[in-house]
């Protein structure tokens, strides 16, 4: 059995995927960890956490296929990450922060400062990443200003990715996807952004090396290479983003597709010939290759939203997959739209469409009929209303959604993806495989690997299932999702007044 492992490292976790070259899964091992919040606002990561995560994942997934198969052969390792984490090392290549991830908001008055002027509007535009906290650009700012006994001893600012690839072959290198992310890659250019790197004091030199996604490095560290149970010159492919690859991995590829990810956070991401970037900068625009951009945006509140509600009013004891169907099947005995009540997700701020770190959380309502149920349903309906007001920008900017592709956590409660049907009145499709972004990194290690010429020759995972959308129901929905938006533009200046 010749195999290809696919890599993802995310928030919550990382899980190493086996897939036959036809792209069947095999085995899978996931690895899970917490986030740090050391204080208000800061997010963190430990990297060597997520650096033993990526190795027991990949040895996990290497022993099962074994035990499954008398024989069998790794042709290579793909990666995927998240995108936005920071990580400052010294010139001795030792650690001097934790990887500061994408939901740290300590930037933000650096950010708000920054989009509020041309220069702010001209760094979205040439980079194509939204002005926001979660951009290693703000954190550099802030880091710069705060942090400066740091910031002078910085050789190399990098992302999680960039310090796994380090660790196991001794150079630093980041594909133009993770780089598009950062707000200091010139997108159209596929070079460092010159002025953004001014702004904010970083030299060229100390960023990594670019390459495409397709990358591919040999000669691991023997002892990684012992630890994950591979030959020392099995390829690794440097992949690339989360978002980017999961559109891929759901063959989320034509004019009309697009595809809808629920894990912590949240995404809709569309591909496009061309970057294209919003004037009001609501959306972005990351790199896959030269010729085939991303454009979306990401929620902050996803899956981290459900898993705040679970832990403090949902089923005592429950295992959190299980406390979630619990909740689903409770938010299910309720009809859409919750009888009235509407929930704002925003308990860690906001990114798209607002791109509003003080934005806050707020049940809106509250009758004296209304049970816990309600809030339930409340809690699933605003995640998807998060969702939907991206969705709603990103067809005046990339063309109308004619089918969703929906991949992550979310997609395996059927519930949770009717729902999401509903709300945008389009058809939504799960297909066999529901973790897009270790996918889409098996299908760049394929070509990496010369065994596909063009990322279109890949065979489509079997739809599972498909999910018409309930025009009743959408109407239900329209009604609430139009007070949503009402609401938030009413409240937002009073997000301010909360400390």
């Known amino acids: 059995m010749d195999y290809i492992i696919g890599v993802d490292i995310g928030t919550s976790g990382t899980k190493a995927v086996a897939f036959s070259t036809g792209g069947e899964v095999i085995a899978e091992h996931r690895i899970t ?30 022993q099962a296929v074994g035990d499954a198969f008398a024989e069998s052969r790794v042709l290579g390792v793909g990666f995927s990450s998240a995108m936005h984490g920071l990580i400052v090392m010294d010139e001795g290549n030792r650690l001097l922060t934790n990887c500061i991830i994408w939901a740290d908001t300590r930037s933000e008055a650096f950010a708000t400062q920054l989009k509020a002027t041309a220069t702010g509007l001209d760094i979205y535009l040439k980079t194509g990443t939204p002005i926001h906290p979660m951009a290693p650009l703000s954190k550099l700012g802030w880091m710069r200003e705060h942090l400066p006994a740091v910031f002078n001893r910085a050789s190399k600012f990098i992302s999680i990715k960039e310090y796994v690839f380090f660790k196991l072959f001794g150079c630093y290198v980041v594909d133009e996807s993770i780089a598009s992310a950062t707000g200091l890659l010139d997108i159209e250019q596929l070079d460092w952004y010159a002025p953004a790197l001014a702004l904010v004091g970083v030299s060229a030199t100390q960023l990594s090396a670019l390459v495409p996604i397709t990358h591919t490095l040999v000669g691991l560290d023997k002892q990684a290479a012992a630890d994950m149970c591979l030959p020392v010159d099995t390829p690794f492919t440097v992949g690339g983003s989360d978002g980017c690859l999961a559109n891929l991995g759901a063959h989320a590829v034509m004019p009309g597709d697009a595809a809808v990810t629920i894990g912590t956070s949240g995404a809709i ?231």
């Open 33 to 62: 960890y917490s986030i740090l919040n050391p204080q208000p606002g800061y997010f963190e990561q430990d990297p060597e956490t997520l650096f033993t995560a990526v190795v027991q994942s990949i040895s996990g997934v290497v």
């Open 269 to 499: 991401r569309m591909m496009s010939g061309l970057p294209k970037t919003d004037r009001q900068a609501r959306t972005f625009s990351y790199v896959l290759t030269k010729d085939l951009f991303v454009l979306g945006g990401a929620v902050n509140n996803g899956g981290v939203v459900l898993r705040w509600y679970n832990d403090n009013f949902g089923s005592t004891g429950k295992a959190e997959e299980e406390g979630y169907q619990r909740l689903a099947e409770e938010a299910a005995t309720v009809a859409a739209g919750a009888e009235g009540l509407v929930f704002l997700p925003y308990l860690t701020g906001e990114r798209a469409p607002h791109w509003d770190a003080n934005a806050k959380g707020l049940f809106f309502g509250v009758q004296l009929h209304h049970r816990k149920a309600h809030f339930t349903r409340a809690v699933f309906e605003g995640i998807v209303y998060g969702v939907y007001s991206v969705g709603k920008v990103l067809e005046e900017i990339a063309g109308p959604i004619h089918v969703i592709h929906a991949n992550g956590g979310f997609a395996r409660s059927s519930w949770w993806v009717q729902l999401l049907a509903d709300v945008f009145n389009k058809p939504v499709l799960v297909k066999e495989n529901v973790e897009g972004a270790a996918k889409g990194a098996f299908i760049v290690a394929l070509k990496a690997l010369g065994m596909i010429a063009d990322f279109k020759d890949i065979m489509e995972d079997t739809v599972i299932a498909s999910y018409q959308p309930d025009l009743r129901n959408h109407q239900r929905y329209q009604e609430n999702f139009n007070l949503f938006e009402r609401l938030y533009s009413r409240v937002k200046d009073e997000f301010l007044s909360l400390t």
